[in-house]
């Protein structure tokens, strides 16, 4: 049928005989493939159907050309192609022809390259050639043109094909060898003789002669007289041509958007190196010595000036340039170009094709790039520079709104691309590419001075017209890549070269100008909406340059060479004209919370706990970076807060002094106290640092600031002093109507949690400061006194006591205060001293004395005995509002007491501490005496409650590890271990109480264990024992896992309702430490392998719940490998011993984790691997279970050559697998050697199989394996070069094994 029409037959004949392909291929997509079944539980559609059918007619080659034919026939069907007169008046498509024709031509691209092999090379090229001249729209001749999806899948599929034969020349292309194909045959003559005669063809794969043809179509749109037609029509391929450039980049660098090949990672690496170097040593390059990556650039920056000049010519008319959408389209392809180029990742192996490093995404959105030195002469020119930004200047829409609406989308997208280019060539970093540093700085200034001539138009423009910035719609683009363009360029060269520019002052100034100029436009709109954050137009965009700004500021803040001696003037610059900014952040901040605020009482709303947990994390980061802007000049910013603060305080103070009433909380209320507690994390932020695992410290800036000899040295700690004191009497003054009104609705938990925050930062630096660098002037002198640190000490005290006696529910605010009291008992013995003399400190011991034994349900008889029987002049309210601090509050005041009377040289410290222990000690001992007499029934809800608020505050004990001489807890733990681990066998099934002991003696375990003598670790062990053997009784053999949840909050609940089974594991861990098995290892007592059958009994209960749904809980998962990895190294041969079913389970369970994504889980089951293969090395530990199941070692190693090895997540596994290889080669090398040509026959193809045996051949070395189990030098000798060797076996196995 092929050859029954001739080639040169008539337009009419050939589409009469295509027609029947395009019916063919309709009713091959509307046909469900064979085997096909529709998703489960959806119904069958004509979408899937069709999606199914392209998947299979594309998987199964297409041998009867449907997709390329069916191309062709739409195309001549329309006039786009053929030689008839209907050619030049093309008629434009329908919607599901556009569709057709993308799923066509994609189609063509993925059966070509999966098949390269069986196709001509003659009829490759001319498919090839074909799609290039339909994407650059060369026959697009009329006034209708093809729709773009379409000639950009073209010039995909095209660029595709040139990457598959760039690395081979007609020379060696093996393919020329395929035989003759009539249907091929036909099909290139009819594309050659009939559809396109004048196509443009091109030299097997000369890519030289693809340049210069490119080359050719980006330069003509600029020839002098040409008619307006032709000069659109150029313009048009010129823009197309400038993508094909970008999508051949793009398929070399591996980008998303790449083809399948089906060829291994060498393949295109080959490519990769070949297309950035050109033809070098190990490189077979059919393209000359010239790099196709450098002649891109050259291109790219030819067509880039040619274009930049067109539009700057005077001759020109500039009005007409700029508003030709066809020239702009040009233009934006040609700038996208040169972005992609220069985002490309230089090396062999870079990019996509990188796996080693662990990545296999990157783009070309680093922060700093670095170019080679060939490319100094086209970026490196300050003139080119200057140019871009005014052709920048003159095509930015700005306030331009009378341009047509496509004309405008037009200007603005190249804006926004040139834009785009601009920060990445701001993103340039030093090297080669500048010949010195007087260069590198006069480059940063001639795109920092262009930037903010850019900034300074808007500004004008806003000024001269007098409108607000919602106004533009492309304004908000603009701003935030131009103000991210000044944070790069702040960034990347620094203060130190910035500073030293004639226009630094200015930038400053642009910075300023720009950020007050958004924060009022901020708070206008929150203004204008009346507080409705939902509804404010442009809050995105802003919020993202504000927040550029502030990081800018952040970034040249913490300038380390500001401290230098040369850098006084430009700090000079930095206070008086940057820092100013701060102040109009913190009054514009502050005003749209309390804005916020006012609506959301004001409508009865609330924000949703993600939403608000996301909220304050933003707030966070933006107060840290703010904080960094206001200590630019420490003394103006005090001074600023200081001003607000006299304006919020006498409000605040006339609210709390009209409390009392019991009104309800009003919206003006509302939004007073969220000013407040917004001047106070701003105050906080400014004056303190998270200190979090840190010896806490005074900022630097502050310190600098109050130093006497500065001019306002003085000014400034007097403002520091002042603020405190302020906040310490609205602090007290709220505290004061909530000792006496707690129920009062204005009064705010929210804010005393935010002071009892300030008050934990500021004062764990600022009273009495630990470091011996500090000297005693200026800021330090002010609270390192015990008379003036005394005072703060004991008020911090009296506030958490208001708070603990008449605010007990209120957790986050308990959480604030005992925080509060731990940071100052840490502080040290001179702090410790001081708290022990506040009467408000030992008012907290007292009612804890006292509650020790309160359950929350205590009868009123109950709380007046023990009150009589401690003593002392507390209020039954006062014992009341403690009482009703819930068990796990009233354990880490407990930790605050023991801490805070931890002095042994203090005798008073000494008797409140054994006070507190004793009332604790005294309640546990009634009750366990009750229930071992059966004076109390263990189910009785008022002996549960007991229980549980015993062992909490036994907890509360033992995390007050960081008290003085911490032996002392030991001391008094161990005598009620026995009866503590005895509570299990009453309330193994209660879980809450299950969990609670599991948590004190994981706790005990870990905090402890180092400083236990010979007989507590023995009682630790046997308490321990009893434990966990009444725990797995109840729990280990009738726990039902449930399926993991699907939503992200239903996960953390859900691994929480595992919390003991986690803390179960983690006990294990701390009880196998080899110190403590060696401190009890003794001729009497407890002997090691007692300790060890403990912990492999816990483990055995465990091993069955260790489910692969379970292991989908990520901190369960982690800690359960780490126990296992740990036990399986230090005692593999225990674990050898154990119950088939029990290390079958075992093994399945390191299997799974061997390719588990989190590194540290598979690390830790290679290992264990390694371990259980080593020993049956030296023992033969394993041959009970080989005997059961003899392919064990087998599977061990096909899964991991299968599932580790070859896959790309070797990487960050890399070593631990070849030590886990190696010993499971070592075992029995011949059956190691059937199974990797059973492995390798799976691989199909024979070359492959002889490359895997070569590699195989290379990494297993008979004289490497006989020394695996050898120990000393010897063994460390054989691991360490087979260590090497292995990392070459996987770079060379997955060069060609992994398919791209």
């Not at 947990?613 to 910013?637: D, H, Q, T």
């Not at 109480?993 to 236990?1012: G, H, N, Q, S, T």
């Not at 293969?1173 to 070692?1193: F, M, N, Q, R, V």
Request: hydrophobic fraction near 40%; charge should be negative.
């Amino acid at each position: 049928t092929y050859q029954s029409l001739p080639v040169h037959s008539s337009h009419r004949s050939i589409s009469r005989q295509l027609v029947v392909n395009m019916e063919q291929l309709q009713q091959v997509l509307s046909t469900p493939p064979p085997n096909w079944q529709p998703p489960l539980g959806a119904p069958p559609n004509a979408i899937a159907i069709l999606h199914a059918s392209l998947e299979h007619l594309r998987n199964t080659g297409d041998e009867q050309f449907l997709f390329l034919r069916s191309t062709l026939e739409l195309l001549t069907n329309h006039g786009f192609l053929g030689a008839s007169d209907s050619a030049n008046n093309p008629t434009p498509l329908s919607g599901d022809e556009e569709q057709l024709l993308f799923h066509c031509v994609t189609g063509v691209r993925h059966v070509m390259l999966f098949r390269w092999e069986y196709f001509q090379p003659s009829f490759r090229s001319c498919v090839r050639d074909c799609l290039l001249a339909i994407g650059l729209g060369c026959y697009s001749t009329g006034s209708v043109a093809l729709p773009r999806t379409f000639t950009m899948a073209c010039l995909s599929s095209a660029a595709s094909f040139w990457k598959r034969a760039w690395t081979t020349g007609a020379s060696n292309d093996t393919s020329t060898q395929v035989q003759q194909d009539s249907q091929q045959n036909y099909l290139e003559s009819l594309m050659t003789t009939n559809l396109m005669p004048s196509m443009q063809r091109f030299n097997t794969t000369d890519g030289q002669e693809l340049f210069s043809y490119l080359n050719s179509l980006l330069v003509s749109p600029f020839e002098q007289s040409l008619q307006p037609m032709e000069l659109m029509r150029r313009q048009h391929t010129g823009a197309m041509a400038a993508s094909f450039l970008s999508l051949l980049v793009g398929e070399f660098t591996g980008g998303n958007s790449s083809a399948r090949y089906n060829l291994p990672i060498e393949f295109h690496r080959l490519c990769h190196q070949v297309f950035e170097n050109g033809n070098e040593e190990d490189a077979v390059s059919a393209n000359g010595c010239k790099s196709g990556l450098d002649t891109t650039l050259q291109l790219s920056m030819g067509a880039l000036s040619s274009f930049v000049g067109f539009m700057l010519n005077t001759d020109n008319n500039n009005n007409e340039a700029i508003n030709n959408e066809s020239l702009l389209d040009m233009g934006t392809s040609t700038v996208s170009l040169t972005f992609d180029v220069l985002s490309w990742e230089f090396g062999a192996s870079s990019g996509k094709w990188d796996f080693s490093n662990g990545s296999t995404k990157k783009d070309g959105s680093s922060v700093l790039l670095r170019p080679p030195q060939r490319w100094r002469e086209a970026l490196i020119n300050p003139e080119f520079l200057g140019a871009m930004f005014r052709v920048y200047s003159a095509v930015r829409v700005g306030n331009q709104h009378s341009l047509p609406r496509s004309l405008e989308k037009k200007r603005g997208k190249m804006a926004h691309q040139l834009r785009q280019l601009l920060l990445q060539l701001s993103s340039i970093a030093g090297g080669p590419i500048f010949a010195d540093e007087n260069e590198r700085r006069a480059y940063a200034g001639f795109l920092l001075d262009g930037c903010m001539d850019a900034l300074e138009t808007i500004l004008t423009e806003n000024q001269q017209q007098g409108r607000s910035i919602e106004e533009s719609d492309f304004i908000c683009a603009e701003v935030v890549d131009l103000v991210t363009m000044l944070n790069r360029l702040a960034t990347n060269f620094r203060v130190q070269t910035l500073s030293q520019l004639t226009s630094f002052p200015r930038f400053l100034s642009a910075m300023s100008m720009v950020g007050k100029w958004l924060l009022e436009g901020s708070l206008a709109e929150c203004e204008r909406v009346q507080g409705d954050i939902e509804c404010m137009e442009g809050l995105e965009w802003k919020y993202e340059a504000v927040s550029q700004i502030l990081q800018c500021s952040e970034a040249m803040a913490d300038d380390y060479w500001l401290v230098s001696g040369d850098a006084q003037t430009a700090s000079d610059n930095l206070a008086n004209v940057l820092a100013p900014l701060y102040g109009h952040y913190i009054a514009c901040r502050v005003r749209m919370s309390s804005l916020e605020e006012h609506y959301l009482t004001q409508q009865g709303e609330d924000l949703d706990e993600i939403r608000e947990m996301i909220w304050e994390f933003g707030v966070e980061e933006e107060m840290v970076s703010a904080a960094s802007l206001g200590r630019l000049n420490i003394s103006a910013s005090l001074s600023t807060l200081a001003r607000m603060f006299q304006q919020c305080v006498p409000r605040l103070m006339s609210l709390f002094e009209g409390v009392g009433n019991f009104c309800d909380m009003t919206a003006a209320m509302a939004a007073l106290l969220e000013e407040a507690r917004m001047l106070i994390l701003c105050a906080c932020h400014l004056l303190t640092d998270e200190c979090e695992g840190e010896t806490p410290s005074i900022p630097d800036a502050v310190c600098n600031a109050c130093q006497l000899g500065r001019p306002s040295g003085n000014d400034c700690l007097a403002s520091i002093v002042n603020l405190i004191e302020l906040l310490r009497s609205v602090a007290e003054a709220q505290a004061m109507k909530v000792s006496a009104y707690p129920k009062e609705s204005c009064l705010s938990p929210l804010l005393a949690k935010t002071l009892m925050w300030f008050f934990r930062r500021w004062g764990a630096a600022y009273v009495l400061p630990l470091s011996d660098d500090y000297h005693r002037e200026g800021i330090f002198a002010r609270w390192s006194t015990p008379e003036s640190a005394s005072p703060i000490i004991s008020f911090c005290a009296t506030l958490s006591l208001i708070y603990f006696c008449h605010w007990p529910q209120e957790k986050e605010l308990q959480d604030e205060s005992t925080a509060l009291l731990l940071i100052l008992a840490k502080k040290g013995p001179f702090v410790r001293q001081l708290m022990m003399v506040s009467p408000s400190f030992q008012q907290i011991a007292a009612l804890h004395s006292i509650c020790a034994s309160l359950r929350h349900n205590a009868s009123q008889a109950e709380i007046v005995a023990s009150m009589s029987s401690f003593g002392g002049h507390l209020s039954v309210e006062a014992v009341k509002g403690y009482q009703r601090l819930p068990y796990s509050d009233r354990a880490r005041v407990l930790t605050c007491l023991v801490v805070g009377c931890s002095d042994m040289d203090n005798d008073k410290s000494n008797a409140v501490l054994d006070s507190c222990l004793k009332a604790v000690s005294n309640h546990f001992w009634a009750l366990c005496e009750a229930l071992s007499k059966k004076q109390a029934k263990a189910n009785d809800i008022n002996v549960q409650e007991s229980a549980c608020l015993s062992i909490l505050l036994y907890g509360g004990i033992v995390c007050a590890s960081e008290m003085s001489e911490p032996e002392r807890v030991s001391h008094f733990i161990t005598p009620y271990l026995s009866q503590l681990s005895g509570l299990m066998t009453y309330y193994a099934a209660d879980l809450t109480i299950c969990e609670a002991l599991l948590k004190l003696f994981r706790d005990y375990a870990e905090r402890y264990l180092a400083m236990l003598d010979r007989d507590q670790c023995i009682s630790l062990f046997k308490s321990s024992a009893s434990l966990l053997k009444h725990y797995s009784e109840q729990h280990c053999k009738n726990r039902v896992i449930h399926n993991r949840s699907e939503a992200l909050e239903g996960e953390f609940e859900e691994e929480q309702s595992y919390q003991d089974i986690l803390c179960a594991i983690q006990l294990l861990i701390h009880l196998g430490t080899k110190d403590f098995t060696d401190l009890c290892n003794s001729s009497k007592g407890v002997e090691t392998g007692q300790i060890t059958d403990l912990i492999f009994f816990g483990l055995q209960q465990i091993l069955p719940l260790m489910t692969q749904g379970l292991l989908q809980y990520p901190t369960l998962c982690q800690m359960y490998f780490s126990l296992v990895g740990f036990m399986v190294e230090t005692y593999p041969e225990k674990l050898c011993a154990l119950p088939f079913e029990l290390f079958s389970s075992l093994l399945d369970s390191l299997l799974f984790g061997m390719s588990h994504s989190d590194s540290l889980v598979s690390k830790s089951s290679l290992q264990g691997l390694a371990s259980l293969a080593k020993e049956h090395l030296k023992t033969h530990a394993l041959a009970s279970h080989l005997a059961t199941k003899g392919d064990i070692i087998e599977n061990c190693s096909q899964r991991l050559i299968q599932e580790v090895i070859f896959k790309p997540i070797i990487w960050d596994r890399l070593e631990p697998s070849g030590m886990a290889l190696l010993p499971l080669a070592a075992i029995d090398v011949q059956k190691f050697i059937g199974l990797v040509s059973i492995i390798s026959q799976q691989l199909g193809s024979d070359d492959k199989q002889q490359r895997m045996h070569q590699a195989f051949e290379r990494l297993i070395k008979p004289q490497v394996l006989a020394k695996v189990a050898a120990e000393g030098r010897e063994g460390r000798m054989v691991r360490i070069q087979f260590k090497n060797n292995f990392d070459a076996f996987v770079r060379d196995i997955h060069s060609f094994l992994i398919v791209k």
